[in-house]
Each structure stands twice: as C-alpha cells, then as structure tokens.
C-alpha cells in the first residue's frame, strides 16, 4: 500500500527547485508584504527578479564543492548597503576566508561588486542556512534556507518524502528597518516560510504544508530568527527529531520543540490523522502578539483532498516536549577530552555582562574591527594583545580541547550563542545540572539558558585554523592556530575587498 502512495506523492509532489551548489546570488532591495504590510527589504534571489524572502533554498550533495557569487545590488539607503553572507553551520576547514562575518574573515561587499565564496564541506550533511553577516542586516531580509543531502543517510529508511517541500523557516518580522530600529524591539509578525499575519493586520495567506495521508514527510525545521526563539507544534501530530543542527541523532519522539535562533531540526512527520486541516504553531517568546488568534504565529497542515480552508484545531497541552539533554549522537558520540569539569586542555568562562548599554564578555564589548581579524593575522598579528579589537580576540593553541562555560540568567536571557567553524559538546545544557561526556548533544547554537543558576558548558577540538566567532549579539573571536592561519592563501578576489570597501564608505 505504501508504495502505490508514494507513486501518488511523486505525481503530485514538488519538482526540486533548490539552487546550488554553484550559483549566483543576487541581493536587491525589494518592497513586500510577507504580512501584509508593505515595506522595503534586502532580498537574496538566484536572478533579480526573482528575490524572495527567505531568499531561494541553496541545496547540494554531501562532498558536492560550492561557488555561491554574491552580487550586490543594494541601493536603498534606509538600509546598510554593503553585505557579507555567511552559511551558517558550515565548518569552512581550509576556507576560514569564506565563512562571511564581516570585519572577522572578510570586509564587505560594496554595491556594484560581487564575491565569489568557493568552498567545500566534504564531511558535512544536513540542515544549514545562510543570511548577512554585516551589522544587523538579515534582520531586514537576507537569510534563506541551506541543505546538503547524504545519498546515504542513515536515517533514510525513515521517511518517505524529503524535498523543498519539507524545509520550514521561521521567521520574525518588522515593520521598519534594522537601522530605525527602537531599543529592545518587538517583531511585529512571525512568518513561516515566508508569510503571516500581524494584530489588526489583513487575515493575509498562510503557508501551508501538503501532505498525503500515509506517508512520512522529513521536514527540516529552521529557525532564522534574529532574535526570539518559538515553540513550535503541529496540532494533533507527534514528531520524530533524526537531526540537530547538522547532526544525525538517535530518534526523539517529542509533541512540541523549542528552536532558538540559529537551531535547525529534521524531524520525521508521519502523516496518518484524518484528512482534515492542522493549525502549525510557532509561539514566540516575544512580539507584539504571542497569541495564535486569528492565525497569527501560525502555518496550515493541510492534508490532500481537504478543504481549503483555515483549521479548526485545537491546541493541547504539550506533554513530551523537546529536552535537549535527551538528544544523543547517532554516531561518534562522546564528548573530546578527559570526562571531568575543568580537565580540558583550555578552559574558560564566559562571563555576560551590560556596560554603558553594551553587552559584555567578560569586561569586553565586541565592535567589530576596521581591519577583520583574518587579515590581521595574515598581516602578521599573533597574539591575543595585539589582535583587535582589544580583549574580544582569544588564541587558541592547536588540537586542543576546549571547555567553555556560560552562566545564564543575565540581561536579555536566555541567549543563543552560535560558533562558527565547530560543532561543539553540551556537555551540561541549560535546564540541567548533569554533565554527560559519554553522548551528549553535538551542534552549533546553544542556548545559555534562562535561570542564574544555569552554567551551560561545551566542549570542541581546535581543528579548523582559522579566527572563529562565537556570538548572538555579543561576540568573541577564537583566532585558532595561528601558525597554520598564515599558510591559507584567499584569492585575489578576497584581497579587494577591504580597499573597496573603504574607498567607497557605502554606509556614509
């Protein structure tokens, strides 16, 4: 029976579309009502007329090398000009020149010109996704989804459908740019896959996930908030996590998942409730209306052969929520290093804090340099004094295990922090007192947690030479084997882009 289903679904299923793995990408200023309230954004699209929000899905294959050129056409002056992209999740090993952050491995792209980002991620697979790296622009549009496919995942048996179909963003939304931005802002809307609705707002369209009944749908579920996290839930359906952040894991049955910024999720749907119509929630921990009346904060299941309407569904009280300290590698599982708190190679606390308005690491605000770190290393700085800025720039000796703790409960928590070039061990997640190095959870955003009592500790191996950020609207930067840094070689193409950058002064 399961076979004659799947040759209905591939009938009447989605043809792939995704763009990549070598491809241009255009960013364009664009006016849209994703909810149907109109304002200029900063777009991603493979062709400037086909701009979109989330910016188009760029796929490959596990081993696949990608040439993704940024073309940047930007022109609205409400909103920064210049751009950086960064694909997030992705290790960048050999590439550190590629990863995106700007005034970290790269300066920005300046209107009218293009880079060309040329790597490989021969040992990755998964769920990812990319956005600006510059200043706070994604905020105002530039972020889409990313996936890598393994012709042999090891959860492949599991499901029956995984396409573009099945990806799933969330989003916040404003009603004004990233630059007119008050303190402390509110979204104004959350949009899943791209659309919503707002309070007093038009009852705008709804995303809405097709599924056929009998079938087993991957959803790859994306978080590319910048700020709140949701919760997320499918009325009258469990799900079945197999993915977290970019690694397999040993399936998780759960009913309702916490995704922080940055997090990415597969989750296995098996589609065997009666055909009808289900409300998809995403409640947010903040916004102007954390409410799911009148669809706001909410997409549509919608089951072939129902009707085209909006559900009627009710929400139940989740009872097997996501915990993270439930999440177990499917492979490689323990944790690097001597299994005790403190018996690492390097270890270091990361001590959150407000001056003056600013956020701190331990007694450092991080204003990104006007030469980035990586240049400063090639030009030949080695050392935490003189890398800048001054106190946010911490060497990191070679193979090494690295612990880091951070305590939670500060200002604004709980905080997601995101480290680029690793996946790292929680070792002890918030929430949580035990600290597990036989199999914990293996990934690249962690929330710091909420409470004062929380003190999150991860743990990775200093692999991957190159200067690191770890960040969420704080930030710090590992600069990781300084000796075999200098013996990466960007291209021509990389070396451009500080003179251009300052030449031009777009942001004047």
Known sequence: MRS?????????????????????????NKVISPDGFQRSSVLAGNTTDSVSFPGPLITGSKGDHFELNVINSLTDNSMLRAT??????????????????????????????????DFQAPNQAGTFWYHSHYSTQYCDGLRGPFVVYDPLDPHRLEYDIDDDDTVITLADWYHFSALQAPANPRPDSTLING???????????????????????????ISISCNPNFVFSIDGHNMTIIEADGVNVQPLAVDSIQI??????????????????????AKPNLGADTSFTGGINSAILRYLSAPNIDPTTTQTPSVNPLV???????????????????????????????SNGVFTINGASFVPPTVPVLLQILSGAN?????????????????????????????????????????????????????NYVDPVQRDVVSSGPSTSDNVTIRFVTDNPGPWILHWGLAIVFAEDDPDISNIHPPSSWDALCPAFDAANPEQ
Not at 260 to 281: E, H, K, M, T
Not at 327 to 354: E, F, K, R, S, Y
Request: with cysteine; hydrophobic share 40%; charged share 10%.
């Open 4 to 28: 004659v289903i799947l040759s209905l679904s591939l009938l009447v299923g989605s043809v792939y579309g995704g763009i990549g793995p070598s491809t241009d990408l255009h960013i364009v």
């Open 324 to 354: 993270e300290t439930n999440l177990h590698p499917l492979t490689n599982p323990a944790a690097p290093g001597i299994p005790q708190v403190g018996a690492a190679d390097v270890t270091m606390n990361l001590a959150v804090g407000v």
């Open 84 to 117: 950086s992209i960064h694909w997030h999740g992705l290790f960048q090993k050999g590439t550190p020149w590629a990863d995106g952050p700007a005034g970290v491995t790269q300066c920005p792209i300046i209107p009218g010109k293009s880079f060309l980002y």
């Open 195 to 221: 659309v919503g609705r707002y309070t007093g707002g038009p009852a705008s369209p709804l995303a809405v996930l097709s599924v056929i009944k009998g079938l087993r749908y991957r959803f790859r579920l």
């Open 383 to 435: 050392t935490a004094q003189s890398l800048l800025p001054s106190g946010s720039v911490y060497t990191l000796p070679r193979n090494a295990v690295v612990e880091l703790t951070i305590p939670g409960g500060s200002i604004g928590a709980p905080h997601p922090f995101h480290l680029h070039g690793h996946a790292f061990s929680v070792i002890r997640s918030a929430g949580s007192s035990v600290y």
């Open 260 to 281: 922080f910024a940055g997090q990415r999720y597969s989750f296995v749907l098996n589609a065997d409730q009666p055909i009808n119509n289900y409300w998809v929630r």
